[in-house]
């Protein structure tokens, strides 16, 4: 047996300490994975707002105390708190990096007042980037692997490889970097750079640059031992074409022997309706009448009539354009002419959330919607569901249409990124779902009409359920796909 790896995990959220999006769930499950594959990993990560530290059992670290890591030309205090993610799986420690000047809000990247990115998204992101390398000194534990997730993580492979290269704690590092939403760059001025520290001779296009712009991004595309992103099919979307890429397509091209695909897995300890405690039914593939009176009870919080013979469209969602949303506007009168019920749990762009308004004003019998984050709801929005609707223009992995297989709840998907890999159309008895290829109203309304005849034939739709469920997304391959990577990384050095 080779001996475990250490391995630091540092991410912009993971749940429950803070979540905007999947990539929480992903940095709560991948690292207990790896952990159980006999690995030692940590996770360090912001602490936004005012958490119940009582109940989140986070606890000071008295000599990780008044850390000085310096933002531009002055210096900002972080102290670092210590938790664990407990599972039946183990527990991983997790560090809380604190401060309230950067961190105070609870919301992690936009200003809950005013609905846009917090101004000092930059220095918030500099601070964090530097204190994670700045701890690890302080820490005097050695990792062999560090994983960065997204842009917020972006600048630390660059800090290993530049003013930290001496330093003999983390000139042995590998850094692993994984894109999780290639549309979101971390951009910002010039004079952003002069605060990170990083040496000038960086500031060009191969590395840092990106069109008289810094971005955190491409740092870490440029810097990072390895990058992956989370499906195959948007690995090779995202070098392939512009469309996918956002201009990053060429350094994507360039460094694609360095480039892979791993699925995100999906934590069937949370998204397991057989064991879920959120939902007022739990029931396996055999009880799926159960699953019924989960549709009812969802149909009566959104107070709603509930009748078997017709369909429930579920929808769980940041309300953006990503997710095609636009798609959904364009074919909302034909929908709310069929025989449904649709119902929509969302928080984002505005328009978005007017159009749903608007909808469920005129059709108050049809439609159910809740603005805002609920964790709740989403479970039972998955269990009552009949369909799932996730028409994303783009979807680097997405964890909805897999955590709505395992509850039977049939997605509706465009055939792009993670949904292609994971869901495919039903016909001849084999399948998962409903999928289609070009990005039109019309080939989104043609796919759910095909989901709706479906319903109808009572026999085939629950065959279909069944099948849905028995698919298995669990992390064990992934976290093993990553062990390997990581060794890969280890061993080209030796
Ligand atoms: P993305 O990360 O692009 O938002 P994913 O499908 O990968 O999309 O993950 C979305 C995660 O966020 C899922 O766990 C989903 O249930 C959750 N989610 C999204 N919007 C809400 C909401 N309004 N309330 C509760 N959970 C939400």
Request: proline content about 5%.
């Amino acid at each position: 047996m080779p001996k475990g790896l250490n391995i630091l995990f540092c991410t912009s959220e993971v749940t429950p300490y803070s979540k905007t999006g999947g990539l929480a769930d992903v940095s709560n499950s991948l690292p207990q994975e790896l952990n159980a594959l006999g690995h030692a990993v940590r996770i360090i990560t912001p602490k936004y707002g005012p958490l119940d530290e009582r109940k989140l059992r986070i606890y000071e670290i008295k000599r990780l105390t008044g850390i000085e890591v310096p933002v531009g030309d002055r210096i900002a205090i972080c102290n670092i708190k210590s938790s664990f993610i407990v599972s039946p799986k183990g527990k991983v420690q997790v560090f809380l990096i604190e401060n309230d000047e950067f961190f105070g809000q609870t919301s992690p990247y936009v200003d809950a007042k005013s609905g846009k990115d917090y101004p000092s998204n930059d220095e918030r992101f500099i601070f964090y980037n530097r204190a994670v390398v700045q701890v690890l000194g302080l820490l005097g534990w050695q990792p062999d692997i560090i994983h960065c997730n997204d842009w917020q993580t972006g600048l630390i492979p660059a800090y290993i490889k530049t003013i930290h290269s001496k330093d003999p704690l983390l000139n042995s590092v590998k850094s692993v970097f994984t894109i999780h939403n290639l549309a979101f760059q971390g951009l910002f001025p010039h004079k952003s750079f002069l605060k990170s520290g990083l040496p000038d001779n960086i500031y060009n296009e191969n590395g840092v640059e990106y069109y008289d712009q810094f971005s955190f991004l491409k740092t870490a595309l440029n810097f990072s031992d390895i990058i992956t992103t989370v499906s195959e099919k948007y690995a090779q979307e995202i070098s392939a074409s512009h469309e996918y890429g956002y201009g990053f397509e060429g350094i994507l091209k360039k460094r694609k022997k360095d480039l892979y695909g791993i699925l995100n897995g999906v934590d069937y300890t949370v998204w397991n309706p057989e064991k879920d405690k959120l939902i007022p039914f739990r029931y396996s593939s055999k009880e799926l009448p159960l699953k019924r009176e989960n549709k009812k009870a969802l149909l009566k919080h959104f107070e709603l009539d509930y009748d078997a013979e017709v369909p429930v469209l579920g929808v769980i969602s940041r309300l953006t354009d990503q997710k095609g949303f636009d798609l959904v506007e364009a074919i909302l009168k034909d929908l709310m002419s069929e025989n449904i019920q649709l119902i929509i749990l969302g928080t984002g762009d505005k328009t978005y959330q007017k159009i749903f308004e608007n909808l469920k004003k005129k059709n108050p019998k049809k439609v159910g919607l809740h603005l805002g984050f609920s964790e709740e709801l989403a479970h039972l929005i998955e269990a009552g569901s009949d369909i799932f609707l996730m028409p994303s223009k783009y979807e680097p992995c997405g964890l909805n249409q897999m955590y709505s297989l395992r509850y039977g709840t049939i997605p509706v998907v465009r055939a792009t990124g993670g949904l292609a890999d994971t869901i495919s159309e039903y016909k001849n008895g084999k399948g998962n779902g409903f999928v289609f290829e070009k990005y039109e109203p019309a080939a989104l309304l043609n796919a759910v009409r095909r989901a709706l005849k479906l319903f109808k034939n009572r026999e085939e739709w629950i065959k279909l359920v069944r099948q849905a469920m028995a698919y298995d997304f669990s992390w064990e391959v992934s976290a093993k796909k990553y062990v390997e990577l990581y060794r890969s990384l280890i061993k080209k050095e030796k």
